[in-house]
């Protein structure tokens, strides 16, 4: 058995897949072909297994609401437009996905430090894992869908301890700020949903590797 064949345990995929949907969801608006897709039994499915954790329930059933509510043009295009003022435009009414913005002090609301310290050293780690940022995401290497991504990889690769470190240092340190930040400037309640789930489940899942470490 090979050293990165033991990490790949049923409980190991199922974490991946979970940091695989959160990045996806954060990566870029739903179109309709992502929405066929997250409206699918096997989507829906998977959904109510994670509801199954009590404390990840409530913002599951909110993206599921939402989710089931998207039948038209409109509804769709007013979700992407909370996309874009949440994420793509700067300005104090947007929340920057960028771990750069909350992990170092002279990060601005309104001019955000992209391609800072946390860039790079996230960018090092992906290119030592032989990853990288695909060339259709002109995001730097901090973006919370990047970060999420990279998480759901090393799922499978690494030990507990090694994990747990990475998680809490990139994700957990920053996440209930940005939760908070996206809560109090999404119109709608789709990305509010997505952002508490993704804090709760990070602490959730770094409480439990620390135990296993």
Not at 12 to 26: G, H, K, P, T
Not at 102 to 109: A, H, I, K, N, S
Not at 164 to 174: G, N
Request: proline fraction near 5%; include cysteine; charge should be negative.
């Amino acid at each position: 058995m090979s050293k990165s064949s033991i990490y790949q345990t049923p409980a190991n995929q199922a974490r991946a897949r979970v940091y695989r949907l959160l990045s996806d969801l954060f990566a870029k608006e739903i179109d309709h072909q992502r929405l066929q897709s997250l409206q699918s039994a096997e989507a829906q499915a998977f959904f109510d297994l994670l509801a199954g954790e009590p404390r990840l329930a409530p913002e599951v059933n909110t993206i599921q609401a939402v989710l089931a509510g998207l039948g038209d043009e409109a509804s769709l295009l007013n979700l992407a437009a909370d996309y874009c003022g949440l994420f793509l435009v700067g300005g104090k009414q947007s929340a920057n996905p960028y771990a750069g913005l909350y992990l170092t002090p002279e990060g601005d609301e309104e001019q955000p430090l992209l391609f800072g310290p946390q860039h790079q050293e996230i960018l090092a780690l992906l290119e030592q894992s032989k990853l990288g940022v695909q060339s259709d995401f002109p995001e730097p290497a901090d973006h919370i869908s990047v970060i999420l991504a990279y998480v759901a990889q090393q799922a499978t690769s690494l030990d507990d301890k090694a994990q747990q470190r990475f998680i809490a240092k990139y994700l957990d340190a920053w996440l209930a700020e940005f939760a908070k930040r996206v809560s109090d400037r999404d119109p709608g309640r789709f990305y509010q949903a997505l952002a508490r789930l993704t804090q709760t489940w990070v602490s959730l899942d770094c409480e439990a590797l620390c135990e296993h470490s």
